[in-house]
């Protein structure tokens, strides 16, 4: 039997990504902002229904372009529930995490845990869309107006969700994207940053590169511009980015219906949802440790996102998280991608429910 891992990048069809690098080989443009990457914008913004996107080189620079445009300093408050660049961007920027504890059923940041932990020296909020599950944005976004703060979403996990028809992405002052190969969407390697104003666009667009605007340097800037490559790769898998979200709603619905009430799951609103992990929360983690085990014997690698919490790892603070510490640690995430079979589904469930009798 082949091995199943969590997950398997997609591949779009040959024959189109091959007419995309014939017209690289054509203009001869590899990258900075060459024509494909601006098609990509454009049509990254169509898709998602946002008006100022960047595509970038990936999601930890998009985090850290955003840090920088909204000028963040001393302390952000983020969940110690996800995936270690969080936090480990706002530390590599000299920015403090300090984090607050998470919702025992939607595993997001919980906006009563963020207030407690704002001081003088908050500037703002990072909240994570876990597994592509919203965060409670209208709490978090009167917080951040009382106490004059910015919002940076990591919606990392979050493409194409939407909420009352509107794509989550427009909720904060920033969102972020990552298209890494292992992401429900992908370009190989590669993010976008969302912006609220024109503004923050146009200042981030030259912090991209170098800092340099029409030919002038106007700022410190970095290198985070995303190539014609990962463009053209990012084009292919636009195109088919429907049929892949459908794919994974039909995944979700089949683990669901056949381990419901065998394990728990994330409590979300099936009307925005992208189904982009299958997390699967056990009793204890030894529950968890011993399915992990029997799967890993019939070689299928699920995986344990997130662990563990991260308030007990990048920055170790003296302040217990319970939740997160407690459900990082009973969380495995089952294999799920575009071409993964039913039979191999069932392979999975029977396992899991075999271990748990
Ligand atoms: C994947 C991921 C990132 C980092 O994105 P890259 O494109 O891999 O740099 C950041 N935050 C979360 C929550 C992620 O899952």
């Known amino acids: 039997m082949s091995k199943i891992f969590i997950t398997r990048p997609y591949l779009p069809e040959r024959k189109k990504l091959d007419a995309y690098i014939d017209k690289i080989y054509k203009s001869n443009w590899l990258t900075n902002n060459g024509p494909l990457v601006q098609e990509f914008?454009?049509?990254?913004?169509?898709?998602?229904?946002?008006?100022?996107?960047?595509?970038?080189?990936?999601?930890?620079?998009?985090?850290?372009?955003?840090?920088?445009?909204?000028?963040?300093?001393?302390?952000?408050?983020t969940t110690p529930f996800s995936f270690v660049a969080t936090t480990s961007?706002?530390?590599?920027?000299?920015?403090?995490?300090?984090f607050a504890d998470i919702d025992l059923q939607t595993f997001n940041i919980d906006p009563n845990e963020i207030e407690k932990h704002i001081?003088?020296?908050?500037?703002?909020?990072?909240?994570?869309?876990?597994?592509?599950?919203?965060?409670?944005?209208?709490?978090?976004?009167?917080?951040?107006?009382?106490?004059?703060?910015?919002?940076?979403?990591?919606?990392?996990?979050?493409?194409?969700?939407?909420?009352?028809?509107?794509?989550?992405?427009?909720?904060?002052?920033?969102?972020?994207?990552?298209?890494?190969?292992?992401?429900?969407?992908?370009?190989?390697?590669?993010?976008?940053?969302?912006?609220?104003?024109?503004?923050?666009?146009?200042?981030?667009k030259a912090m991209i590169n170098f800092g340099i605007e029409k030919g002038e340097i106007t700022g410190v800037g970095i290198n985070a511009k995303m190539n014609e490559f990962q463009a053209a790769m990012g084009l292919c898998n636009l195109d088919d980015a429907d049929k892949i979200l459908r794919n994974r709603k039909?995944?979700?619905?089949?683990?669901?219906?056949?381990?419901?009430?065998?394990?728990?799951?994330?409590k979300f609103d099936p009307e925005s949802y992208n189904y982009s992990y299958v997390p699967v929360m056990f009793k204890s983690e030894e529950e968890l440790l011993k399915v992990e085990k029997a799967l890993n014997?019939?070689?299928?690698?699920?995986?344990?996102?997130?662990?563990?919490?991260?308030?007990?790892?990048?920055?170790?603070?003296?302040?217990?998280?319970?939740?997160?510490?407690?459900?990082?640690?009973?969380?495995?995430?089952?294999?799920?991608?575009y071409d993964l079979k039913v039979t191999e589904m069932d392979r999975c469930i029977d396992i899991i429910r075999e271990a748990l009798t």
């Open 41 to 77: 914008e454009k049509r990254l913004s169509e898709y998602l229904g946002v008006k100022y996107i960047l595509p970038v080189a990936n999601g930890t620079l998009a985090l850290m372009v955003a840090y920088k445009v909204l000028g963040l300093r001393g302390e952000v408050i």
């Open 89 to 98: 961007s706002l530390v590599w920027e000299g920015l403090k995490p300090v």
């Open 250 to 266: 039909e995944m979700f619905s089949y683990y669901y219906e056949n381990l419901n009430g065998v394990v728990q799951l994330q």
């Open 119 to 204: 001081t003088d020296n908050t500037s703002a909020i990072l909240p994570v869309h876990v597994f592509g599950n919203p965060c409670d944005t209208d709490s978090i976004q009167r917080i951040a107006d009382k106490y004059n703060i910015k919002i940076v979403y990591d919606a990392a996990h979050a493409f194409g969700v939407k909420r009352n028809g509107k794509n989550i992405l427009n909720y904060g002052d920033i969102s972020i994207l990552s298209f890494h190969a292992t992401k429900l969407f992908h370009s190989i390697e590669g993010g976008a940053i969302i912006f609220k104003n024109k503004k923050y666009y146009k200042t981030a």
């Open 297 to 337: 014997e019939v070689e299928i690698f699920p995986r344990r996102y997130f662990y563990p919490s991260l308030n007990s790892v990048s920055v170790p603070q003296n302040e217990k998280k319970l939740i997160s510490e407690d459900i990082s640690k009973r969380i495995l995430c089952l294999p799920t991608f």
